[in-house]
Structure formats: structure tokens, C-alpha cells
């Protein structure tokens, strides 16, 4: 008789074991919202929540997030770790045949803001490469040795860079 509770009281320890089976789509879609800069269903955001009937491997590490393709309209999602997983997010756009106006013109005149937590620091460059609102774009400081930077096109004149 005793057999019964000591069953209830392994069943209890192991719950937590069992809830920690799968990975955290939660934690994905906002690992997407937090790289794009953009909540869900907005044009730049992720068109939709990651399926939530994907059961993948629990990852002990901060999942990566980087584009996939050169088109960037695709996240790559990954736990970074030797046999871990990959996930491919597609981003929500413009509708077929709208395009979107073009904020930032190549070789416009820039303010490139650098942010991270409690600060923003701002300094002119230039655009490389053209873009609507919310498009990533190349721009360079005012400082011809230093490298092209990528950023978000915030508004006319803004690109935002965002630090972690």
C-alpha cells in the first residue's frame, strides 16, 4: 500500500521533466519579433507564429536568429548547438503588386542611431543601398575606412541599428 503514494510523488518530480520535453515556441517567435524589431503580422514581422504542433528537442542555450537569403525576408532560428535544430520563419510583406515607398535613397544623407539598453548614440553616414521603412539596408559612417553597417530603415533619414 505504501507503492501508491511514492508512485504520485515520482509523478510529481518528474513533471517538470515532462513539461521541458519540447521546445519553447513561444521563445521563438519572440526571438523573431526581438530580431526583426517588428510584433507579428506587421509587414517585416513574422507573418505567423511558428506551428505549434512542431515538437523540437528543448535548447539549453540562447537560440541564434540571423536572415536566410539574400531577399531577407526569411529568419533562420536556431539552437545553436551540435545536433540541435533550425528553423525557417517567413516574414510578413507588402501585398502582391503594392510597393512600398521608398524612405531611404542610396546615397542619401543618414543618421545612423546605435541603441542598447538605456542609451542611443546617433552619427551621419551614408546609404548604400535604397529602402522602405522597415527594409535592412547597408550604410556607411562618415568615416570612409570604417565598414558598411547593416541597419532598419526607421523613416526618412533614420536607420537604426540595435544592439543586444
Known amino acids: 500500500m505504501i507503492r501508491y503514494p511514492i508512485f504520485l510523488l515520482g509523478l510529481a518530480l518528474a513533471a517538470p521533466a515532462l513539461a521541458q520535453s519540447h521546445a519553447d515556441l513561444d521563445a521563438v517567435d519572440r526571438a523573431v519579433a526581438q530580431f526583426t524589431g517588428l510584433p ?19 535548447c539549453r542555450v540562447p537560440l541564434a536568429t540571423g536572415w536566410y537569403g539574400a531577399r531577407q525576408d526569411t529568419v533562420e532560428v536556431a539552437c545553436p548547438v551540435p545536433g540541435g535544430w533550425k528553423l525557417f520563419v517567413p516574414l510578413a510583406g507588402q501585398a502582391r503588386g503594392e510597393a512600398a515607398p521608398v524612405a531611404v535613397a542610396r546615397g542619401d544623407a543618414v543618421s545612423i542611431a546605435v541603441s542598447g539598453e538605456g542609451f542611443t548614440v546617433a552619427q551621419s553616414g551614408e546609404a548604400l543601398e535604397s529602402g522602405p521603412i522597415g527594409a535592412w539596408i547597408k550604410v556607411r559612417t562618415a568615416n570612409p575606412a570604417a565598414p558598411a553597417l547593416r541597419g532598419r530603415v526607421l523613416r526618412p533619414g533614420l536607420v537604426g541599428i540595435a544592439l543586444p
Open 40 to 58: 507579428q503580422g506587421q509587414p517585416g514581422g513574422a507573418a505567423l507564429p511558428v506551428d505549434r504542433r512542431l515538437r523540437l528537442a528543448p
